[in-house]
């Protein structure tokens, strides 16, 4: 149990649904983010917020639009995606610090699997 | 833009054997993460290594802190079948930067 919660696990959807993912932490974290894990391929940051402030956008196309309503919730809203889309998608959250100089250590979800037939 | 690099690529080994990998960088970090993914799973932290030299251990898992900054490295004693699962090394210069994630190196235990 990670206190970072993704739903749904997994989602199949055609070019012109549109969907969205949902995640949630537990932790009192104040950042939150979106990665895209591909099959051989590092890790993907996608979208970070900081204090619900999107701070960072990391040249995502715009089919791809985050939501960030309150520090424990994040979500990743689809549209018109494309098949090369399909991925896991993972979420993580970390307390950021100003004053220790630690990283944001991130604690991730489980992902949701996302197929775009 | 930053790379790190993680080698080896992947490893089967015998249970009961230890396990060494490692992460390297062409720049200077000042924190190492180590991660394991179980297959449709999200990453799970391991290790969180904050200090040049530091030796940081959690039950049969050891990682370093390279003195260069520029490395870290992880060993797994002991294995067993449930190490199985995808490595991850990342790393940062500050709290403010991004968090740069390995490629990962795959470990198979063969019982």
């Known amino acids: 149990e990670t206190g970072v919660t993704q739903t749904p696990r997994h989602l199949v959807m055609g070019m012109t649904n549109k969907k969205s993912l949902k995640c949630e932490q537990h932790?009192?974290?104040?950042?939150m983010y979106w990665y895209k894990q591909s099959a051989k391929k590092p890790l993907e940051l996608m979208f970070v917020y900081n204090f619900k402030e999107q701070t960072e956008n990391n040249s995502v196309p715009s089919r791809f639009s985050p939501e960030c309503p309150n520090s424990s919730h994040l979500f990743l809203h689809l549209h018109t995606l494309q098949p090369e889309d399909s991925a896991l998608y993972l979420c993580a959250s970390s307390q950021a610090s100003r004053t220790s100089g630690r990283t944001d250590t991130q604690y991730f979800g489980p992902g949701t699997r996302l197929t775009v037939l | 833009g930053q790379q790190l690099n993680q080698s080896p690529q992947s490893m089967f080994i015998q249970e009961g054997e230890d396990v060494s990998m490692n992460c390297t960088s062409s720049s200077i970090f000042n924190t190492w993460l180590w991660y394991k993914q179980d297959p449709g799973e999200g990453p799970v932290l391991l290790i969180a290594l904050y200090k040049a030299g530091e030796l940081t251990s959690n039950g049969r898992l050891t990682a370093q802190f390279g003195i260069t900054r520029k490395d870290s490295f992880l060993n797994i004693s002991a294995s067993i079948p449930s190490d199985v699962g995808i490595y991850f090394c990342a790393g940062s210069k500050t709290s403010y930067d991004k968090v740069i994630f390995g490629p990962g190196t795959s470990l198979s235990v063969i019982p």
């Open positions: 932790l009192g974290h104040n950042a």
